[in-house]
């Protein structure tokens, strides 16, 4: 992808042969594009399915006149290689896979939802959810750790979840059994992190990273920030940082950043002063 600016912006959009052992990234773009590549389609409001081949190109060109910086993210909905031998491409991303494991999936979630030989009680802040030690266990150490020794949970059958509401727990729960909906997960992001985190979830962690990367705005940057921090997601870490320092984003939330110099961990601070002043020197 190219970018040129003059009177108008221009994204050009092209293919170009990559190595195999690479693997591809997902951006996000809300206002177009789902681009698939190796043979590469483009999928914008007008345009469906145009494939683009070794030697072409699409050019996407935005009328809306831009000033200062900006960003341009781009979403891979799907990436498709084309066979050799002129069979449709096929997604990367293994959808046919995944369609052998959703009644599967779905018996899973039914377990939860209709407390199929639940053996576990999970205690809420403001309420109880029933669970299976061994779909548990299988997806967190911490809790195979629990259930395998003499400690209080094994006991009681119960495990005490404290700082989550009842809401947020059954978002985790749905996401340990794989049926989350996309709401749900959107809803509960941080608190789904916390837990991520604190019941070692690596790919639930992982998914509520990149799912923050994705929506950065005045009103949630500070607390990301912190957030990324707390928990060592470095990627976001940076972004919030560009988006505040680079971007200028700093100046337009003065009373939230005063908040957070008097309220922060006082290493976060001096980062970000520091990253200020570096700025300022580039000038």
């Given at each position: 992808?190219?970018?040129?600016?003059?009177?108008?912006?221009?994204?050009?959009?092209?293919?170009?042969?990559?190595?195999?052992?690479?693997?591809?990234?997902?951006?996000?773009?809300?206002?177009?594009?789902?681009?698939h590549?190796?043979?590469?389609?483009?999928?914008?409001?007008?345009v469906t399915d145009k494939q683009l081949k070794t030697n072409d190109d699409f050019v996407w060109s935005i009328e809306v006149p831009f000033t200062g910086k900006f960003i341009i993210d781009v979403e891979f909905l799907d990436l498709k290689t084309a066979s050799p031998h002129g069979s449709e491409?096929?997604?990367?991303?293994?959808?046919?896979?995944?369609?052998?494991t959703g009644t599967a999936l779905t018996s899973l979630g039914r377990m939860l939802s209709e407390s199929i030989h639940t053996d576990i009680v999970i205690n809420a802040s403001d309420g109880s959810i029933s669970a299976h030690r061994a779909v548990l266990a299988s997806r967190s150490p911490v809790f195979r750790s629990m259930f395998s020794h003499d400690l209080r949970e094994k006991g009681l059958s119960s495990v005490d979840i404290s700082d989550m509401s009842i809401e947020a727990s059954t978002a985790l729960l749905n996401y340990i059994y794989g049926s989350?909906?996309?709401?749900?997960?959107?809803?509960?992001?941080?608190?789904?992190?916390?837990?991520?985190?604190?019941?070692?979830?690596?790919?639930?962690?992982?998914?509520?990273?990149?799912?923050?990367l994705e929506d950065i705005d005045t009103t949630n940057v500070l607390e990301r920030f912190q957030n990324a921090s707390l928990y060592q997601l470095t990627q976001l870490k940076s972004s919030c940082m560009r988006y505040l320092?680079?971007?200028?984003?700093?100046?337009e939330i003065r009373d939230d950043f005063n908040v957070f110099l008097q309220c922060a961990d006082r290493e976060l601070i001096g980062e970000v002063l520091q990253e200020i002043l570096g700025a300022w020197k580039g000038f």
């Amino acid at each position: 992808m190219s970018i040129e600016k003059s009177r108008s912006l221009m994204v050009k959009l092209y293919p170009e042969i990559s190595n195999a052992s690479s693997a591809p990234q997902r951006h996000r773009n809300t206002n177009s594009p789902a681009i698939h590549t190796c043979s590469w389609f483009i999928l914008l409001a007008e345009v469906t399915d145009k494939q683009l081949k070794t030697n072409d190109d699409f050019v996407w060109s935005i009328e809306v006149p831009f000033t200062g910086k900006f960003i341009i993210d781009v979403e891979f909905l799907d990436l498709k290689t084309a066979s050799p031998h002129g069979s449709e491409p096929c997604s990367i991303w293994g959808e046919g896979a995944s369609m052998l494991t959703g009644t599967a999936l779905t018996s899973l979630g039914r377990m939860l939802s209709e407390s199929i030989h639940t053996d576990i009680v999970i205690n809420a802040s403001d309420g109880s959810i029933s669970a299976h030690r061994a779909v548990l266990a299988s997806r967190s150490p911490v809790f195979r750790s629990m259930f395998s020794h003499d400690l209080r949970e094994k006991g009681l059958s119960s495990v005490d979840i404290s700082d989550m509401s009842i809401e947020a727990s059954t978002a985790l729960l749905n996401y340990i059994y794989g049926s989350i909906r996309n709401d749900e997960f959107m809803t509960h992001r941080l608190p789904l992190l916390r837990a991520a985190d604190k019941y070692d979830i690596s790919d639930l962690k992982e998914a509520c990273h990149q799912s923050l990367l994705e929506d950065i705005d005045t009103t949630n940057v500070l607390e990301r920030f912190q957030n990324a921090s707390l928990y060592q997601l470095t990627q976001l870490k940076s972004s919030c940082m560009r988006y505040l320092v680079k971007f200028g984003k700093i100046f337009e939330i003065r009373d939230d950043f005063n908040v957070f110099l008097q309220c922060a961990d006082r290493e976060l601070i001096g980062e970000v002063l520091q990253e200020i002043l570096g700025a300022w020197k580039g000038f």
